[in-house]
């Protein structure tokens, strides 16, 4: 059998396989709103300067970029914790369902024990 891939910033953030506890990802959005600010801020804090301005918005553009694939995959092994259907991310798209599907999302329970995408919640699947 070969061996689980391992675990760690990289799994969290951008690979599909394994599951995510309620808590891990409930820290790993709080983690992406926290990056999200520094554009946000920038954009903010340029005022006038059109240089200033575009830069800051090429850099949310490339921020919602990254966290649009983050929050997708971490919402995929946060379904296959709970054991519903992976298809349900595709409620991410609908801008009125989105917010409350992430937060229906991060209050589901887990499946106790393994199941068929991991040994439990925050590991790499099989």
Do not use: C, E
């Not at 760690?8 to 506890?21: E, P």
């Not at 891990?24 to 992406?32: G, P, S, V």
């Not at 920038?42 to 921020?63: K, W």
């Amino acid at each position: 059998m070969a061996a689980l891939p391992q675990s760690g910033m990289r799994w969290l953030l951008f690979s599909a396989s394994g599951r995510l506890s309620r808590r891990t990802y409930a820290w790993a959005l709080l983690f992406w709103t926290a990056v999200f600010a520094v554009p946000v801020s920038a954009a903010v804090s340029a005022g006038d300067d059109s240089s200033a301005l575009a830069t800051a918005g090429l850099g949310f553009m490339l921020t919602f970029a990254v966290a649009a694939w983050s929050v997708a995959v971490m919402s995929i092994k946060r379904l296959h914790d709970a054991g519903l259907p992976v298809i349900l991310v595709v409620v991410l798209l609908v801008p009125a369902a989105s917010l409350l599907m992430l937060i229906a999302i991060m209050v589901w329970p887990s499946v106790k024990g393994p199941n068929g995408h991991g040994p439990g919640p925050d590991q790499p699947g099989y």
